[in-house]
């Protein structure tokens, strides 16, 4: 960890020497360690430590962004060399207006000292308990068990000034019965949330039914878990949420805001700041983060925006840059759905025949502005009848519009859960959303998993 | 590099560890992308550290650290040591990493020219005149042209008394034409979807793409496709391209054949297998047209270099051979398992990543046909080309894939275009259906830069070699 004073010195010292017009620098800064399990091994323990600075010049509207971490003064000089010759050897961004100004950023708690008990032996022995609570059920257990410590530093030549410190804790885990599968998830920024006992239990009781049974593929009544929530909603954002896609003519929003497009208990929303998500202050540019509405009552609110989207609308940005050059556009990553007054026992028995899921893998999109996507179910698919859960079936695939399967909602939970992936693929920045579960008819399966 | 990398093996040796091993790395890239006629992003990356993974008591540990400096790599090596140390109290099974023989050897991919050596200002003017082109036609809404260059050095050590320095050199570029009308968006890129088509080769690769020739074709496709026909639904005669076939390959026979997947260590993320070991020898992957191989030494496959992350030797192994399998992708501690010696796929993405085992080219062999013969032979059918979509299930049996365009075959010739084509299927059913191969004039390797496994999330760069291929009685039109 580099600490602020010292990580914003170092910053500034770098934006002090930009011969640029405007210039940005960011530091991550991370240290972390995953343990990966089976029922025989620890197969993967890692550790990590790495700090990654990204620069952004600017000279009038030509942008250079040049990546290192390789810190020494020397490199640093080099660096900032590069970042100007090939800033000075390109045709300019027109879309490109300024780097943001300097707002308040809000103060909020991002870390907790309690992650630092979690030495080697800690989790190692953490992952004992799990595999010795699962193997009592007479199943075997797969996971992940990971931690990490990051510092985020924005700071830029119209000075922005910005640092915070995260804890992010992250498990999952696979409990295996030979026939079938059951998941459980947990992630927080605060160790004393984790409680195994009750959390091995989700994954044992959704791998105790039995064989798997073939449901033909049809459309089926649904009751979808958060985690499956979580997907849907991920996958919205990323297709139309933000400002890029409004632009570029490819949102599902163009041409809707202010009508109604799902259900009128969808609501939607992207808080950086709201307690029960994973909070960030400010995005990667060091701009606090706004709360945006996507849909209210089902009906098509607002998408989020960073300096460069926000320029050419001649508004300001909404705090949803991410880490540049990000040719993506300004995807929301503090994504909550709204819970609704439905208990998910209630919601279970009002099901005549239908699905429930678990949570869904490998999705990808089918046609982007009809938000279609396909993907799997799995770890936890089972039979719906006459209100009660009957038994495992095999795995689905599913192929549906995202907006078609949330204009036919029927009941949303009151209850909500953090999701995240815990993918870190590159740079550690663990996000969450907050998701209940849903109920809702018509869902189309388009195949099923079986040899 | 060799005082440094000595330094921690003799604090491993000290420790008495079973085995022990350094991966330091250096890599740089520089990307370049180009929407509308504007310049989207110019980057340039450089990424340094290093990687102790050690083996003690029969437990594994690993740490990292971008502080190359001689404290830090003490301390990291005793984080590496004390993680493994801790493991081996618990393990319940120890783990057994067979020895092997020194390896001393230097490795460089042989390139003509060096893509870091070709200016930025000539890169950018290739991509500004490529994406002029596109936007020629006035119904492209999206315009983008893209190029990568990177450059690997890595030197890998071993308590065994392996050294092995290996200098990778990859580059690639494409370019793509968007359209979007009536809450319709069609793409259609050249040479692939996703950025294009990459290789380990140098900047002689990117001119020999021509992307500039391509764009007006992409373009005129891509507005035709917005008033092509929906793609039928039903089940009918399928021929992939090579470019989807590669993907075809990639998710439904490179990922299945990874051995670390089928022995449960990666269930927790990306999935399993369908596959067990004892199926090598005795399972009809495919049909007898179907021969596939992981070749690590093939020249320029975006999977090629001299030496995997645990020091073993590229090879060329086959997996598939008229459809029967007989090999899978193995470590040496796998291979070990089955009594075998490793086939040299552990690759990690970078300093800061444990190797896993991973694709390296796998190629599915060309056949004896042409695609004209394939065509003519076919009286009903559909022609799909390039990957626009992809998903298969975490134990590799049901896929769906969805490419950018399509044509439909009526009585033996192409006939319209068709849109938003999909096609779905179960692994071995669909490589069964297999009934040509086209020959080697219609085969290429395809470059799949995006291979994510592992956790924390690795991706890797992989290579497929192939050419157009026939399956018969293949759901499309996936509704």
């Known amino acids: ?451 | 590099m060799k005082d440094l990398v000595e330094n921690i093996l003799n604090l491993a040796r000290l420790k008495k560890v079973d085995y022990a091993d350094v991966r330091i790395v250096r890599r740089q890239k520089e990307e370049i992308a180009v929407k509308n006629g504007e310049m989207e992003a110019l980057t340039w990356d450089e990424d340094f550290g290093f990687g102790i993974r050690v083996l003690f008591q029969g437990a594994w540990g690993f740490a990292c650290s971008s502080k190359v400096d001689k404290k830090e790599r003490e301390k990291t090596f005793h984080r590496a040591w004390k993680i493994s140390r801790e493991g081996s109290r618990i393990q319940p099974k120890k783990i057994s990493f067979p020895h092997a023989p020194p390896v001393v050897a230097r490795y460089q991919t042989p390139i003509s020219v060096n893509p870091f050596r070709v200016s930025p200002e000539t890169k950018l003017k290739l991509l500004l005149e490529a994406d002029a082109v596109i936007r020629r036609n006035k119904k492209v809404k999206i315009s983008e042209a893209f190029l990568g260059a990177y450059q690997t050095e890595k030197t890998f050590a071993s308590t065994e008394g392996s050294f092995v320095e290996q200098g990778i050199v990859e580059c690639g570029a494409g370019i793509s034409a968007t359209v979007i009308e009536g809450g319709e968006i069609q793409v259609q890129s050249y040479p692939n979807s996703f950025r294009g088509n990459f290789a380990t080769q140098g900047y002689e690769w990117v001119e020999e793409l021509k992307i500039g020739s391509h764009g007006e074709r992409i373009a005129e496709e891509a507005v035709q496709l917005l008033s092509a026909k929906p793609c039928p639904s039903g089940i009918t005669t399928l021929i992939l391209d090579g470019s989807q076939l590669a993907l075809q390959v990639h998710e439904s026979i490179g990922h299945p054949i990874e051995l670390d997947r089928i022995l449960g260590t990666e269930a927790s993320y990306a999935g399993t297998s369908f596959l067990k070991p004892k199926r090598v020898d005795d399972f009809q992957f495919g049909s007898e047209k179907v021969n596939i191989v992981a070749d690590a030494t093939f020249p320029g496959g975006l999977g090629t270099s001299g030496f995997d992350d645990e020091g073993v030797k590229a090879q060329r192994v086959p997996i598939i051979s008229r459809g029967k399998l007989v090999n899978l992708l193995t470590s040496r501690e796998t291979a070990f398992l089955l009594g075998k010696e490793s086939n040299g796929t552990m690759r990690a993405d970078g300093w800061n990543r444990l190797p896993l085992i991973r694709m390296t080219n796998i190629n599915l062999e060309p056949g004896e046909w042409t695609l004209e013969q394939m065509i003519t032979g076919t009286e009903e059918g559909l022609f799909l080309s390039t990957n626009r979509s992809w998903s298969i299930d975490d134990q590799r049996i049901n896929f769906q894939f969805g490419t950018e365009v399509g044509w439909e075959i009526k009585a033996g010739k192409l006939g319209g275009m068709v849109k938003n084509p999909t096609y779905t299927g179960i692994t071995p059913q669909f490589w069964n259906s297999c009934d040509a191969v086209a020959n080697r004039d219609h085969w290429q390797m395809w470059g799949t830069p995006n291979c994510g496994k592992g956790e924390p999330g690795q991706v890797a760069h992989v290579g497929h070699g192939t050419a157009p291929a026939r399956f018969r009685n293949v759901r499309v039109g996936v509704k």
């Not at chain 1, 105790?208 to 089926?220: C, F, K, N, R, T």
């Not at chain 1, 999705?363 to 009957?390: A, S």
Request: net charge neutral; with cysteine.
């Open chain 1, 1 to 451: 960890m580099i600490r602020r004073e010292a990580g914003l010195k170092m910053l500034k010292k770098l934006i002090h020497e930009s011969p640029a017009d405007q210039t940005e620098a960011l530091l991550l800064t991370e240290d972390s360690s995953l343990a990966r399990f089976t029922p025989t091994a620890i197969h993967q323990h890692v550790a990590e430590r790495n700090w990654t600075l990204i620069l952004r010049v600017a000279l009038g509207k030509r942008i250079a962004v040049v990546t290192t971490n390789i810190l020494q003064p020397s490199s640093l000089k080099t660096l900032m060399q590069k970042a100007i010759s090939l800033a000075k050897n390109q045709p300019p961004n027109e879309s490109f207006v300024s780097l943001p100004e300097p707002k308040p950023i809000p103060e909020i708690n991002t870390f907790f000292n309690n992650i630092r008990r979690l030495t080697p032996m800690r989790k190692v022995k953490t992952i004992q308990e799990i595999l010795s609570l699962v193997k009592e059920k007479g199943f075997s257990a797969s996971g992940a068990f990971s931690h990490g410590e990051v510092e985020l530093i924005v700071v830029n030549s119209l000075g922005v000034e910005a640092y915070q410190k995260f804890s992010d804790l992250f498990l999952h885990l696979i409990v295996q019965n030979g026939k079938g599968s059951g998941y459980a998830s947990f992630i927080s920024r605060d160790l004393d949330q984790l409680q195994i006992e009750p959390w091995v239990k989700t994954a044992v009781t959704k791998a105790q039914g039995g064989s798997p049974v073939q449901v033909e593929p049809g459309e089926y009544e649904v009751i979808l878990e958060p985690e499956a929530v979580r997907e849907l909603m991920v996958f919205l954002g990323y297709l139309g949420f933000h400002a890029l896609a409004v632009q570029e003519g490819r949102s599902f929003f163009c041409n809707e805001f202010g009508k109604k497009m799902v259900h009128e208990k969808v609501t939607i929303y992207d808080d950086g700041l709201d307690p029960q998500g994973l909070q960030v202050p400010f995005d990667f540019e060091g701009v606090p983060k706004q709360k945006v509405i996507f849909f209210e009552g089902g009906v098509a609110k607002n998408v989020t925006y960073d300096s460069l989207t926000a320029g050419k609308e001649g508004r300001e940005s909404t705090g949803h840059g991410l880490i540049p050059p990000n040719t993506e556009g300004p995807i929301p990553i503090n994504l909550f759905m709204q819970g609704g007054d439905s208990h998910l026992e209630e919601m279970i028995r009002s099901v005549r025949r239908g699905i429930y899921v678990t949570r869904f893998h490998y999705t990808n999109v089918v046609e982007p502005m009809k938000t279609v996507i396909t993907g799997m179910t799995r770890d936890g698919t089972f039979w719906i009848e006459e209100g009660e859960i009957k038994n495992p079936v095999k795995n689905l695939r599913f192929t549906e519009s995202v907006l078609k399967a949330l204009s036919r909602v029927k009941a949303v939970s009151q209850g909500r859960k953090i999701c995240s992936s815990g993918s870190v693929y590159g740079r550690r920045f663990i996000n969450g959303t907050v998701a209940p579960a849903i109920q809702a008819d018509g869902f189309n399966f388009s195949g099923v998993s079986s040899l």
